[in-house]
Structure formats: C-alpha cells, structure tokens
C-alpha cells in the first residue's frame, strides 16, 4: 500500500495574488473605454475584472487620461442608449410590452441625456442681444 507524504509549503514560495490595482490595470484603461462605448455598465465591467464598482472609479479618476478617455467613451455609449430606446419600443408586441418598452426607453433616453447632455441634454439656452449683438 503507498503512503503519500504531505509536503510542506513554504508561504513565501505561495503564488501571490495581485492587488485591485493590479488586477484593473492588467485588464488596461483600452478594455474598460472598449466595453464602456459599447454600453456595457461600470458594475457589469467591475464584476468582469473581479473588483467593486468604487475601486474601478477610483483607478479611473486616478489619472486625468483615463478620465478623459472613460468620458469620451460614455459619451460613444450615449447613441447606444439611445438607439436601444427605439428598439425596445419597436419591439413591444401588445399593450403591457408597450408600456414596459416606454419605461425602459425613457430611462435610456435619460441616461443618454446624462452621458452625453450636448447631444441629448434638455438644457436650452436664449441669448437677447441688440442690433449688430450690441446690449438691448
């Protein structure tokens, strides 16, 4: 009969885990503007790296051109948001799916509006000016 020996391991020698920032950074700024212009979430992106959605803010924060580059690809992922509100709504077969649909695509619509307001923000403005531009 053979007897098997239990081998000790050496904590040190045990692979080391990589930290949060490690772990986002290996994933790299490119795959997270690449799901993020797609119109994947922040949460659904975080659960794919295996961090908390603060964490993945915090990293993008952390550097003024990754905020810039994550800014730019919400705003990308605004004409999804839209577009997907028209699709909901194209889709609905009877009269509860229609009202489920309206719901959703105003909440996209909004979400749109928020991510990109210069495209689909609700803010107006109205300049009174005089003859030639001058004051009134």
């Known amino acids: 009969m053979a007897t098997f020996r239990k081998s000790k391991q050496n904590p040190k020698a045990a692979k080391k885990q990589p930290t949060i ?9 490119e795959a997270v503007c690449e799901r993020l212009a797609n119109g994947v979430t922040m949460t659904a992106i975080a659960e794919e790296i ?8 915090q990293w993008i924060a952390s550097d003024e051109e990754y905020s810039a580059r994550a800014r730019e690809a919400r705003i990308h ?7 997907k509100a028209l699709s909901v709504i194209e889709q609905a077969l009877d009269p509860f799916e229609l009202q489920r649909a309206k719901e959703l695509a105003h909440h996209y619509r909004w979400r749109a509006s928020k991510t990109a307001p210069k495209e689909y923000g609700e803010k107006t403005t109205t300049e009174h000016t005089g003859a030639d531009g001058g004051p009134i």
Not at 21 to 29: D, L, P, Q, T, Y
Request: glycine letters at 12%; a negative charge; proline letters at 0%.
């Open 77 to 83: 992922a605004a004409r999804i948001w839209d577009e």
């Open 21 to 29: 920032a490690e772990r986002i950074e290996a994933f790299g700024i």
């Open 50 to 57: 295996g961090v908390t959605v603060g964490k993945l803010s």
